[in-house]
């Protein structure tokens, strides 16, 4: 599956910001679905995960509370809704499909920046 990022920016600290992930080439809906992030100089980490009906969702303790993820099968589309955004909160946002929430991503998107001034 082919996926495509899009939404980020910058935006204020307090600001909001929603990210998409455009998916192509194979069955969007038999994917469990994945955000990650990579700031400079640090290793990437998950961010948030939702399953392939949108039933389940699990989300890092840095941003629970404040995003939320969710997706259309219809639109072959993943979103991320960010809230209160932080300084911490920039880096390079990755969306990644996998077989399971718990699972290895197996396909990646590109990426797509989120900077949050103070």
């Known amino acids: 599956v082919q996926l495509q990022a899009s939404g980020g920016g910058l935006v204020q600290a307090g600001g909001s910001l929603r990210l998409s992930c455009a998916a192509s080439?194979?069955?969007?809906?038999?994917?469990?679905m994945y955000w990650f992030r990579q700031a400079p100089g640090k290793d990437r980490e998950f961010v948030a995960a939702?399953?392939?009906?949108?039933?389940?969702?699990r989300f890092a303790m840095s941003v629970k509370g404040r995003f939320t993820i969710s997706r259309d099968n219809a639109k072959n589309t993943l979103y991320l809704e960010m809230n209160s955004l932080k300084p911490e909160d920039s880096a390079v946002y990755y969306c990644?499909?996998?077989?399971?929430?718990?699972?290895?991503?197996?396909?990646w998107g590109q990426g797509t920046q989120v900077t949050v001034s103070s």
């Open positions: 080439g194979r069955t969007f809906s038999n994917y469990a």
């Open positions: 990644a499909a996998a077989l399971s929430v718990t699972a290895t991503p197996r396909y």
């Open positions: 939702i399953s392939w009906s949108g039933g389940s969702t």
